[in-house]
Nanobody, 118 residues
């Protein structure tokens, strides 16, 4: 299995920045992609950004140009740098790892709260 531990959430004013970290452990070599999702109150969980084992990235339209996903393979850690934050970015952010071989599995972090005040 793959275990994920997130850190870096908090309260920030609109226009500010935060960086989220997600440290992976366990079956690291079987991870195919990692990503960040978020869920605001009363809304469905949505993909924010993802990065594959090959380094390809994709972003939700709402965060393009403001958020950057990156990884440090030596530390088995994925980061989400969030700039120009908006109140609508307020949500619980979850780290995800998709791993496996012929069958894919998903692991999730515990979630970290990001609150952007106006």
């Amino acid at each position: 299995q793959v275990q994920l531990v997130e850190s870096g959430g908090g309260l920030v004013q609109a226009g500010g920045s935060l960086r989220l970290s997600c440290a992976a452990s366990g079956r690291i070599a079987s991870i195919n992609a990692m990503g960040w999702y978020r869920q605001a109150p009363g809304k469905q969980r949505e993909l924010v950004a993802a990065i594959t084992s090959g380094g390809s990235t994709n972003y939700a339209d709402s965060v393009k140009g403001r958020f950057t996903i990156s990884r440090d393979n030596a530390k088995n850690t994925v980061y989400l740098q969030m700039n120009s934050l908006k109140p609508e970015d307020t949500a619980v952010y979850y780290c995800n790892a998709r791993w496996g071989g012929r069958v894919d599995f998903d692991s999730w972090g515990q979630g970290t709260q990001v609150t952007v005040s106006s």
